[in-house]
């Protein structure tokens, strides 16, 4: 029999954010530039507390290469990026085989790549991603898509947490 307690817990949304949509997010929203934003902010910084944002230890790294304001953010806000585990190279293989062969060879060779990582990682978390990647081949919401992972862009992310800008 279900406990009482059980009937009313809410399940919170986790969100699993992506470098394009941190990136872009900084570009449109400025933090501390004018008081327009201060809502969204305040609201991200709310669900940051009720752990319903993370991201992945490879977005931060992708994001420290520039010294600017969204690394000084990220590094505010470490505990977000989550670290490679045993739930996450598991999926990496089946991750692997929805992306062309030679794109992933690709991309693996060359700088840190956050994209299989962020899917492994949503998998794993049972999370929403948030990227603002253009659904097609190769990219986040095409390939989180072939796992049942629903991507919403910036802009759908902040209708689903309630904000209208």
């Known amino acids: ?64 290469r520039k010294d600017d304001e969204i690394k000084k953010w990220c590094q505010n806000h470490k505990s977000i990026f989550r670290d490679i585990n045993e739930c996450q190279i598991n999926q990496i293989s089946e991750i692997q085989k929805e992306y062309d062969g030679s794109y992933w060879q690709a991309r693996m060779n060359g700088e840190e790549w956050a994209d299989p990582w962020i899917i492994a990682l949503a998998i794993c978390e049972n ?5 603002d990647e253009r659904n097609s081949p190769n990219r986040i919401p095409y390939i989180a898509s072939r796992f049942g992972i629903t991507t919403l862009n910036l802009m759908d992310f902040f209708r689903d947490i309630g904000l209208e800008l």
């Open 127 to 131: 999370a929403i991603i948030v990227s």
């Open 1 to 64: 029999m279900m406990k009482q307690q059980e009937l009313f817990e809410v399940k919170l949304k986790i969100y699993c954010i992506d470098s394009s949509s941190l990136i872009n997010l900084f570009r449109h929203y400025p933090r501390n530039k004018c008081n327009k934003f201060t809502s969204l902010w305040e609201e991200l910084d709310k669900i940051i507390k009720n752990g319903q944002i993370i991201s992945h230890i490879t977005v931060f790294k992708e994001i420290s």
